[in-house]
């Protein structure tokens, strides 16, 4: 299974809504990632997880919260969000932080209304 | 300040008319310069990683290339199906290990 799963594959919420968007691989990498992507643009670091532990967080605003709950499993908590923050969310695993090759999911592309 | 820079920023070809895709870069450092290719609302999939200049990776109608300042990807009689946008980032060799990636160049092939 060379797959990372994301869902939901799209999502609308409102600006006072909370949501969680759930990002899962049975790869056995050791390395977790959430992008933001706006359209023709490229993906934008938000977060990395190694070993579940959290790693790098790209100054990204508290309405977004990261969640790593176990090796396999990755969660962006979503409160309160703007307009601004539509845009497809990408979850990543690579085997461990410092290895290369990146595997994407497929993504979920949100609308804040 | 690392950098990553792709031209062109749109290509149409005809299917069978070869090109190539340019990745310019500035990086202290470089660990490994990556392509990756996109179809629109998906996410980006691996393609090909370089790690020194005069190194070559091929795939199928694919060729990358790197020099010590830029990458090329090559592509030889393209197919409807090779349109995508063709993403280009790089890793430093010390420090964090954050992609940098370049804007991409979306390639349209028409039959």
């Known amino acids: 299974d060379t797959e990372v799963t994301q869902t939901p594959k799209h999502l609308v919420m409102g600006m006072t809504n909370k949501k969680s968007l759930k990002c899962e691989q049975h790869m056995g990498h050791r390395a977790m990632y959430w992008y933001k992507q706006k359209a023709k643009k490229p993906p934008e670091l938000m977060f990395v997880y190694s070993y579940e532990k959290l790693s790098i967080n790209e100054s990204v605003p508290s309405r977004f919260s990261p969640e790593c709950p176990n090796s396999s499993l990755l969660n962006l908590h979503l409160h309160a969000l703007q307009p601004e923050d539509s845009a497809l969310y990408l979850c990543?695993?690579?085997?461990?932080?410092?290895?290369?090759?990146?595997?994407f999911g497929s993504g979920t592309q949100l609308s804040v209304l | 300040e690392d950098q990553v820079t792709q031209s062109p920023e749109a290509l149409r070809l005809q299917e069978g008319e070869s090109s190539s895709l340019n990745c310019s870069y500035t990086?202290?450092?470089?660990?490994?310069l990556f392509w990756y290719r996109q179809d629109p609302g998906k996410g980006p999939e691996f393609l090909f990683t370089?790690?020194?200049a005069g190194e070559e990776k091929e795939k199928e109608r694919l060729k990358a290339t790197l020099t010590k300042k830029e990458s090329f990807l090559h592509i030889t009689a393209p197919k409807p199906e090779d349109s995508a946008t063709y993403l280009c980032?790089?890793?430093?060799?010390?420090?964090?290990?954050?992609?940098?990636f370049g804007t991409g160049t979306r390639l349209k092939v028409l039959a």
């Open positions: 990086v202290s450092g470089l660990r490994g």
């Open positions: 980032a790089v890793r430093r060799a010390s420090g964090t290990y954050k992609y940098i």
């Open positions: 370089l790690y020194s």
């Open positions: 990543a695993s690579s085997l461990g932080q410092g290895d290369e090759k990146l595997f």
